[in-house]
T-cell receptor, first 112, second 111 residues
Framework: KAGVTQTPRYLIKTRGQQVTLSCSPI?????VSWYQQTPGQGLQFLFE???????NKGNFPGRFSGRQFSNSRSEMNVSTLELGDSALYLC???????????FGPGTRLLVL | GQQLNQSPQSMFIQEGEDVSMNCTSS?????WLWYKQEPGEGPVLLIA?????ELTSNGRLTAQFGITRKDSFLNISASIPSDVGIYFC???????????FGTGTRLKVLA
C-alpha cells in the first residue's frame, strides 16, 4: 500500500506571496492532519480534516488554512507569507478508530 | 506552542549499548506514539501504545505507556549505527487526532 505523499517536496517563495501544499493520504484513511516543524518550535499541530470537515485546529493565525476533498486528498494554503513561515510542513493520515498517524516526507518551504 | 517534555535532549552512545528515553506530560493521554525522523524525511512510526501499562516491542525497540497515563518510555537495545536520528514521542487525548509532540531526542551511535 502506498504511503502518504506530499507535493511539492521543496518550495521557495518570497514574503507576501501565497502557497498551496498538497497531501494524498494512505488509501482508506479519511483523516488528514497538518503539522509545521521548525528548529525552534518543533512539531506543531496546524489542523485536522475528516470527511471534508475541519475537526481540530491548532493555534496558528488565519493565514493558514486547509481543505479536504471527497477523495480524502488535502491541501494547505498559507497566504501573505512571512519569513517565519519557513519550515517543514508535514502531512499525516490516520485510519479512523486507530489513532495511529503516518507521516509523509514533508514539503520544505523557504520564504525569502 | 505546546510540547511534551522529552529527555534526554541528545545522546552519544557506543554501538551495542542500550538506550532509554522518556516523555512526560502534564495532561493525561489515551494514546502515545513513538517516531524516528532522519534528515530531510518525515517521522516514521515506530510503536503505538493505547492503554496504561501497555508494553509493546518492535524488534530491538520496546515502549511502555506509563501507569499514570502522563508518561511514556522508549528503549532501544543493542544499538547499531542505523539507529541514528531524532526520536519523538507524541500523545493525544481520547477522541482527537490532535497530537502533541515531544521536543525530540537526538541519538548518535559511535561505531
Amino acid at each position: 500500500k502506498a504511503g502518504v505523499t506530499q507535493t511539492p517536496r521543496y518550495l521557495i517563495k518570497t514574503r507576501g506571496q501565497q502557497v498551496t501544499l498538497s497531501c494524498s493520504p494512505i488509501s482508506g484513511h479519511r483523516s488528514v492532519s497538518w503539522y509545521q516543524q521548525t528548529p525552534g518550535q518543533g512539531l506543531q499541530f496546524l489542523f485536522e480534516y475528516f470527511s471534508e470537515t475541519q475537526r481540530n485546529k491548532g493555534n496558528f493565525p488565519g493565514r493558514f488554512s486547509g481543505r479536504q476533498f471527497s477523495n480524502s486528498r488535502s491541501e494547505m494554503n498559507v497566504s501573505t507569507l512571512e519569513l517565519g513561515d519557513s519550515a517543514l510542513y508535514l502531512c499525516a493520515s490516520t485510519l479512523s478508530g486507530s489513532g495511529t498517524q503516518y507521516f509523509g516526507p514533508g514539503t520544505r518551504l523557504l520564504v525569502l | 506552542g505546546q510540547q511534551l517534555n522529552q529527555s534526554p535532549q541528545s545522546m552519544f552512545i557506543q554501538e551495542g549499548e542500550d538506550v532509554s528515553m522518556n516523555c512526560t506530560s502534564s495532561s493525561i493521554f489515551n494514546t502515545w506514539l513513538w517516531y524516528k525522523q532522519e534528515p530531510g524525511e518525515g517521522p516514521v512510526l515506530l510503536i503505538a501504545l493505547y492503554k496504561a501499562g501497555e508494553l509493546t516491542s518492535n524488534g530491538r525497540l520496546t515502549a511502555q505507556f506509563g501507569i499514570t497515563r502522563k508518561d511514556s518510555f522508549l528503549n532501544i537495545s543493542a544499538s547499531i549505527p542505523s539507529d541514528v536520528g531524532i526520536y519523538f514521542c507524541a500523545g493525544t487525548t481520547s477522541g482527537t487526532y490532535k497530537y502533541i509532540f515531544g521536543t525530540g531526542t537526538r541519538l548518535k551511535v559511535l561505531a
